[in-house]
């Protein structure tokens, strides 16, 4: 059967991959509620399309803390790749390389900065977990300077790892003893990291500082205040604090603390190219993916996150089309609005 979204991918996924690792790359923390909410918010919002406006040229490109990518869709940071397939984040790498999306390498890599430098030339970014080793936090931020990531990604909420019910069900351990993480050695994320620590973080690399994880107006305030460059809206894909805001709904509240002070990304459920459309008019400069990307992995390796960010690409370049815009900047407030049930009074 052909796959022609990524739900197919997501799907073949979840028939294919053991379900003792599966759990862990499908899986939220206690009872899911977060995860569900995630891919639930997209279809509280609908369309406001513009007509009779020239859309003979559509372009998806726009850029990113200044750096210049194909679309407004990025791959976002997960670990552990190579549990999924043998070439790991070498591949994702090269499949995002060849769409245009710029990828987000995971603290968590299985692949070292230097092979995935050496495949592909496509933007990067470091996401960052500091650890309870600081030294080896500072290792770890040096080399990746030397591999040429243009941004860190500091994730700030996973001060401890959520607890993923899926996971204690059938015995998955994070991360598995037998694999090689070459920057996490025992993965233990500091959990006295605070506001303050950005200023250590920012003498050591002088990066544009993003901050994933974000889910509120006071912390968007907070970001903006210590120089955040980015403020990326995200939940952690359901696996952190159960029971928070999906990722769609946290990002109106963010994108108006920040007022354009900064740029706001944000993540979670993202499946379609729509999805990314209603991200831009809430707010968004940008979306992220994680696991469309992870299922189109597991399912093909290089050839299927290939695959999956050219659907993607696809489908939100006819989305902009048909919206009446010709760019991802033109996507405005005005092109979305909340969904009522049909059987609401009026
Ligand atoms: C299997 C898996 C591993 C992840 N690993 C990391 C990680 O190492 N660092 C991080 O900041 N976020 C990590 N995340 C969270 C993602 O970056 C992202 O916030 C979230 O998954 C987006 O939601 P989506 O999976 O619905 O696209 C991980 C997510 C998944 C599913």
New binding site residues.
């Given amino acids: 059967m052909n796959l022609v979204n990524v739900t197919d991918y997501v799907e073949a996924a979840a028939a294919k991959v053991d379900p003792s690792v599966w759990c ?3 899986g939220g923390a206690g009872d899911e509620v977060t995860l569900r909410a ?2 639930a918010a997209f279809d509280r919002w609908r369309f406001r399309p513009r007509v009779l406006v020239d859309v003979s040229e559509v372009t998806t490109a726009t850029t990113l803390l200044g750096t210049p990518v194909g679309m407004p869709l990025g791959v ?5 790749q190579r549990l999924i397939d043998p070439s790991g984040e070498v591949a994702t790498a090269r499949a995002a390389a060849a769409a245009g999306a710029l990828m ?1 390498v ?3 890599t299985t692949s070292t900065h230097a092979e995935i430098a050496a495949a592909g030339d496509g933007p990067r970014w470091l ?1 960052l ?1 500091v650890l309870r080793d600081r030294q080896r936090t500072l290792d770890h931020i040096h080399e990746a300077r030397e591999a040429g990531y243009s941004a860190l ?1 500091l ?1 700030v909420d ?1 001060p401890y790892v959520g607890r993923r019910e899926r996971d204690l069900r059938l015995g998955f351990q994070n991360p598995p003893p037998d694999l090689h993480l070459p920057y996490a050695g025992l993965f233990e994320t500091s959990p006295a990291l605070t506001w303050r620590d950005l200023e250590w973080i920012r003498s050591e690399i002088p990066l544009p500082l993003v901050l ?2 974000i889910l509120t107006r006071e912390d968007a305030t907070l970001a903006v205040e210590h120089g955040a460059d980015a403020v990326w809206v ?6 952190q604090l159960d029971g928070v805001a999906a ?1 769609l709904d946290a990002l109106p509240e963010v994108a108006e603390a920040v007022d354009g002070r900064c740029e706001v990304y944000v ?4 499946r379609r190219g729509g999805d990314v459309l209603k991200a831009l008019a809430l707010g968004a400069r940008a979306a ?5 990307v ?1 299922c189109a992995l597991a399912v093909d390796g290089e050839r299927g996150v290939a695959h999956a960010l050219s659907l993607l690409r696809d489908e939100i370049q006819l989305g902009l089309g048909l919206l009446g815009c010709t760019s991802p900047d033109q996507v405005a407030r005005s092109h979305v609005e909340a969904a009522l049930p049909y059987d609401s009074p009026a």
């Fill in positions: 862990y790359f499908e995630n891919v976002a940071p997960f670990a552990m987000c995971s603290t968590l996401q977990y990604v994730t996973l994933k994880g995200s939940n952690h894909g359901g696996r990722g993540d979670g459920g993202v992220f993916a994680a696991r469309s992870a």
